[in-house]
């Protein structure tokens, strides 16, 4: 795998993430988004520990002494994102959803700039907003009247940061591997999905899916656990690790772009705003590639002599 280029990593993330909201819809009639989300990772986090097992054996389990830093990453990343995201659909519409997601270039760079990081590239920041309004546009169509905002929209924006606080602190630890950081964070924020999921089913809130309802979604549900968690969720990891957290996440915009091009396989006609939206996508995408190999290749003065 060492002869992958870096950003194939992310985009496999991204190809699976997208292609998942079109499945996911069609399982949600059968199992509600908890429970979808309590399968998904209750079944990624077995394979996760398996892989991580046979891969690295037992000594990759060991927590280090920061087993509680690992449970607070594992639930903001896991349960956070996941769990907030969906929760937001009882408020807002899904396309609301859709375009907030894609700010997590813009909040990775904020992040890192107020933990003291350096300031955002002008380039890279520039590019990620004209991603996000790419993306604006593929799932409005133009229509600023599809975005209604609300409680649904700010649990959105909590689920981001979430997400880009787990995918940054992967660099809190260097001396391992995107599989063990993975591995033992994905089970630790599995733990908190399963609470908050029986408490939703316990008071009614959700409803505790019959062996029927799954087996009516079984291919859907296989597709959002090997690909939507576990071979995303890794091929995220390691192209954080690879590209750094903010250009990994500008590889996010796309995501809402391939549920698109699904649902047009499918027979769905296209706006033009939205085919304007994917061509200013790919071009920011192409700018912030150029810009990065360009901040790469500059030499790196000399420190000056005391």
Known sequence: MRNVPAP????IAVLSWGAMFPLAAIALPHVDPFNI??????????????????????????????????????????AGFNLLA??????????????????????????????????????????????????????????????????????????????VIYTMSAAKFPSWSALRYTGLTAPLGTITILAVTAVADAFGWQRLPAPADVAAAWWELAFIVLFGAVAAVLAWNHGARLLGAAN?????????????????????????????????????????????RRTASRPVPAPAAD
């Open 86 to 163: 969906c929760l937001a659909l009882i408020w807002s519409q899904p396309q609301d959803v859709a375009v907030i997601v894609p700010t997590m270039p813009l909040v990775t760079v904020l992040v890192r700039w107020v933990r003291g990081g350096g300031r955002p590239s002008p380039m890279i920041l520039s590019a990620s907003i004209a991603a996000l309004f790419g993306v604006f546009l593929v799932v409005t169509k133009g229509d600023v009247t599809r975005l209604s905002g609300g409680l649904g929209d700010a649990l959105t924006f909590v689920a981001v940061v979430c997400w």
């Open 37 to 78: 989300t309590a399968i998904r990772y209750g079944v990624a986090s077995v394979i996760f520990v398996i892989i991580l097992a046979t891969a690295e054996g037992r000594g990759a389990f060991s927590l280090e002494g920061q087993g509680w830093r690992l449970f607070a990453l594992g639930s903001l990343g896991f």
């Open 248 to 292: 990994t996440a500008l590889f996010i915009v796309l995501v809402p772009v391939v549920t698109l091009a699904m649902r047009i396989a499918g027979g769905y006609q296209p706006a033009p705003a939205e085919v304007a939206g994917i061509a200013v996508v790919v071009g920011a995408l192409v700018v912030a590639n150029l810009s990065g």
């Open 8 to 11: 194939i990593y992310p985009l």
